[in-house]
């Protein structure tokens, strides 16, 4: 079974099991991508990013490769090859979808149309404010 993190993935079993506040919400609502028999646990946002990305590209029947890495994780950089044949799964800590940042999903999708694919660093990644993204668009 593979997990981005270790912490997360106690926080988050910590959390379904307690009747308390959960501390996931600390850092974030997290949610789980499965893939064939693997799981890894994202921030929600960033699942539902990559989530969009993999279902526009995998419809197509267009294959790539995910990376994660992160360096605090036993297996700090993981890289998985997104084929429309392999069982895909997402779960979701809230139970709605925020809006996306349509010039970061751009820049996304952009990124996983390239040779090297989809890279995520699990360690900096933070999604730009919509205000950021208006500026970055207007140059």
Sequence with gaps: MLFICERH???VRQARHSLRAP???LIGPMGNLY???SDAIIDDRLLHY???IAATKLRRGENFTLTLTQRANPEPRITI???PNIPLRFTYTTPEAAPLVGAYLQQLAAQANSTSGL???LDHWTEPAPAQQAHAAAR
């Design 9 to 11: 993935r106690r926080l």
């Design 23 to 25: 501390t996931i919400r």
């Design 35 to 37: 893939y064939s028999n």
């Design 50 to 52: 990559i989530q969009v």
């Design 81 to 83: 090859w997104m084929n």
């Design 119 to 121: 890279i995520i660093d």
